[in-house]
């Protein structure tokens, strides 16, 4: 039976919608902000396309994508070693590590309908069996790099109209300005997580793939709907 790709892809269709609505938002909270503190110091306002390709605007925008992509990464590549009695973001303690290549399907376990490279061996499959992991973990890289050009670029910016030195890049790396800004994103993301892992264990959302079936047991660990 054929379903409606609106349905079938509906997750990722209403987050991707709540992402730009949130972005759009975002750029235009953000330039409303900007202008107002423009005409406090007797400055001129700026546009809306020069706010959004303003270091400040990509800075604020890469700050919380590395933050977001580190908390998935770290979520993802410590699960495969770390577990959490009773809860449904978490394996079951027995299977812990790599687990098998028949538990996971590849390579002369394979399936007819598994990938490709599930099947292929040798680093095809080594590859693809990391492949999410390393997809976010690059993506948390690039936004990290991102932020610190931009934001040394936003923090040189109001250095010099201070009249004082910026200094360099690697200096800016090493600042307080930007371990704060990274620091703070951080310990936001993993008390989420931290959250959801905990409070999954004793709580319930009926139906919900994120939680145990309501009438699970609490000690039941890597289960779901």
Do not use: C
């Amino acid at each position: 039976m054929k379903h409606n790709p609106f349905i079938t892809n509906g997750l990722s269709i209403g987050f991707g919608l709540l992402f730009l609505f949130s972005l759009v938002g975002q750029a235009f909270s953000g330039l409303a902000y900007y202008n107002e503190q423009q005409v406090s110091s007797n400055l001129d306002e700026i546009g809306l396309l020069q706010y959004v390709t303003s270091s400040s605007f990509v800075a604020d925008v890469a700050e919380n994508w590395q933050s977001e992509y580190l908390q998935f990464t770290l979520l993802i590549v410590l699960a495969v070693w770390l577990v959490q009695k009773g809860s449904p973001e978490s394996k079951e303690i027995e299977k812990r590590g790599q687990q098998s290549d028949k538990e996971q399907l590849v390579g002369q376990f394979a399936k007819p309908d598994s990938p490709k490279w599930a099947k292929a061996g040798g680093w095809r499959t080594a590859v693809f069996s990391n492949s999410l992991g390393l997809v976010m973990g690059a993506i948390f890289v690039a936004s990290w790099l991102v932020q610190s050009v931009a934001g040394f670029s936003a923090y040189a910016e109001n250095q010099l109209a201070n009249l004082q030195d910026p200094g360099t890049w690697t200096e800016y790396l090493g600042s307080p300005e930007f371990w704060n800004r990274t620091l703070q994103n951080w310990q936001s993301e993993f008390l989420a997580v931290w959250s959801m892992v905990i409070l999954s264990v004793y709580l319930r959302q009926r139906a919900s793939p994120e939680s145990k079936a309501v009438g699970m047991p609490h000690d039941k660990t890597g289960a779901s709907n």
